[in-house]
């Protein structure tokens, strides 16, 4: 599908108003894919294909956001429908740029619901070559009988992959910025959820995470953009979307996007674009080809992950310790026959030494360095720790707030 990790933004502007320039914005940001601008009867087409060779030339896929290719009013003239996307298609569709076409955003009646199925499979046999995108509604309690209508919420994924050939799992979910912890509950619940569903039913998961203030939401910082990143990935998340990238005209209290309402970068554009792409030379390509198999915490538990219970979890590690009492997300992943386990600092403002327990015969503990290669910790730790006891050995790095830290064992 890409072969880059995908990490990408919704965008909100209209074809027009964003020349190819632009796409250098989308580059210094560390995006892989992006949001195309939206396309609308007028918008001039040279200006998208534009856009389009700029994204191409510079390694970046793009979801193109076409008002042909949304679902609004297919059931009530499904002819008129095929007709439409089969324009924008022709115009778009064999783009090399081009992962697939967005289908739209937050179904919440039975009518979106079932138009958003309808245009999503219209789009998969029209072009096959593509992979259509349709965002969800983040999971609330009760949603399964308020919303979904279906008993679980695997069963309503199932549903979504067998009725509309659904590849891509994608939500959004912005709680986490919320001042209280109750939303740190929420937006791991999500995680949970959308990942549990996801492994079910072989869709790729995806989320939106929070790059502008508004509401209760704060301003996230460089911290809490990382942490934002790293738990998601840790958690399995194939794919990630930040919304927004471009303010536009102001409204309620939106403020501090990575570009402002005067089209000026602001210390989010910055912070943003260290975080991704620090995470796409470190750990990208990993992430984008491992297996996610299994995700705890410790410390303090979240939205409903297990703790992680020492010498239980794993037949290898140990413990994962915090000398300061800090807790972490620890996930297991698998990758071309090999181990790994994903250490992140789940905390937003506070550093602390991270430390993973292996017995003491354990043949191999090694981490990621820097250019993502694995080296051992024993003859390596002199930006990290390293002891032994009698029985263990003990491997550990300093984490700042949300950063991660990247293992094989064996």
Known sequence: MMDKFPIGFWNYTVTGQQTAKDVDDWADLGMTMANSP??????????????LDACAQKGIKVILCDHRARWWGISEDPEGAKARFAEALADFGNHPAVLGFHVGDEPHTDVMFNESIMAHRMQMEMAPHLIPHLNFLPYWEGQEESLLKFPTFTEWAQSMADRAGLKILCYDCYAQMNPEEAGVHTYFTNLRKFMEAADATGIIPWTTLLSVGHFRYRCPNEDDLRW??????????KGILWFFVYERVPTSNYRLPPIDEFGERTPTFSAMSRVNRHFLHQFGDFFLHAKH?????????????PLFVPGETNDVILDVTC??????????????????????NNNCTESGMFKIHVPKDAPMLQRFDWNGNCVDMKTNAWDAYYGETDTECIGGDWLAPGQMKLYRYE
Not at 293 to 305: E, L, N, P, R, V
Request: some cysteine; proline content about 2%.
């Open 38 to 51: 939206e396309f609308w009867e007028g918008c001039d087409k040279q200006a998208m294909l534009d856009i």
């Open 293 to 305: 198999i299994s995700t705890f915490h410790t410390g303090k538990a979240f939205g409903g992950y």
């Open 323 to 344: 000398d300061h009492g800090l807790p972490a997300v620890v996930s297991f992943f698998e990758k071309d026959g090999g181990r790994y386990m994903a250490v992140v």
């Open 228 to 237: 934002q990143l790293n738990t998601a990935v840790a958690s399995g998340m």
